[in-house]
């Protein structure tokens, strides 16, 4: 389950590295997914999104995998460059993940 | 490329007070949407809006908010009788579509701080 509060979950990453942010869903019947990046001082920013009817999709650098089975959404970044530093949130419609903060280390 | 845009960037208001947070959507959007971000936390969502009326809100936005869309450019979310709690980053977004087709696009925010 997802955690609620003041701390967010953290990835560091060195530049250059993939990296890999997941994201879990409860509603098994949710359709579409969005990946939006949150810079400080910014509103959220879309990304890229996936629909259920798919397991992949890829975009510039980044890849979204959906495992409907167990409910589960990840986002890899490659090659992670240090603009990539941010917070990244899934999302289904309106609904909003607790982001997960990225930090590239250069 | 059209983006929105969101006045003021920072609202200071005494609790009690009433405050007005103004959006520009995308001129050719037809969906509007206000969230909250209290500081450190996730984005949640308040209202939406379709067809000059509310299509869908969430518990958080009770008889103390609501919005309106005075003309054919803006949409506003008014707070009445701020409270502490109120203090957030509040967003506003648009789509042109419903959120089950496509992304939205959000502004950069208003600051609320409750004094």
């Known amino acids: 389950g997802e955690s609620v509060g003041l701390h967010l979950p953290t990835l560091s990453v060195q530049e250059g590295d993939n990296s890999i942010i997941n994201c879990a869903y409860s509603?098994?019947?949710?359709?579409?997914f969005i990946w939006y990046k949150q810079e400080s001082g910014k509103g959220p920013q879309f990304i890229i999104d996936?629909?259920?009817?798919?397991d992949k999709r890829q975009g510039q650098r980044v890849t979204v995998l959906l495992n409907k089975t167990v409910k589960h959404l990840s986002l890899q970044i490659a090659a992670t460059q240090p603009g990539d530093s941010a917070v990244y949130f899934c999302?289904?419609?309106?609904?909003f993940g607790i982001g997960t903060k990225l930090q590239v280390i250069p | 490329e059209p983006e929105v845009t969101q006045t003021p960037s920072h609202q200071v208001t005494q609790m009690g007070q009433e405050v007005i947070l103004r959006c520009v959507p995308i001129?050719?959007?037809?969906?509007f949407y206000w969230y909250r971000q209290i500081l450190g936390q996730k984005v949640e969502f308040l209202v939406s809006?379709?067809?000059?009326?509310?299509?869908?809100k969430s518990e958080i936005f009770d008889d103390q908010f609501s919005v309106e869309r005075p003309d054919g450019s803006n949409f506003t979310l008014k707070i009445r009788s701020t409270k502490l709690e109120d203090s957030a980053m509040y967003f506003c977004?648009?789509?042109?579509?419903?959120?089950?087709?496509?992304?939205?696009?959000f502004g950069d925010g208003t600051r609320l701080s409750i004094l």
């Open positions: 977004a648009s789509s042109y579509l419903t959120t089950e087709n496509q992304p939205q696009h």
């Open positions: 509603n098994s019947a949710s359709d579409y």
């Open positions: 996936i629909r259920s009817n798919m």
């Open positions: 999302a289904e419609k309106v609904t």
């Open positions: 001129s050719n959007h037809l969906y």
């Open positions: 809006f379709y067809n000059n009326e509310i299509s869908e």
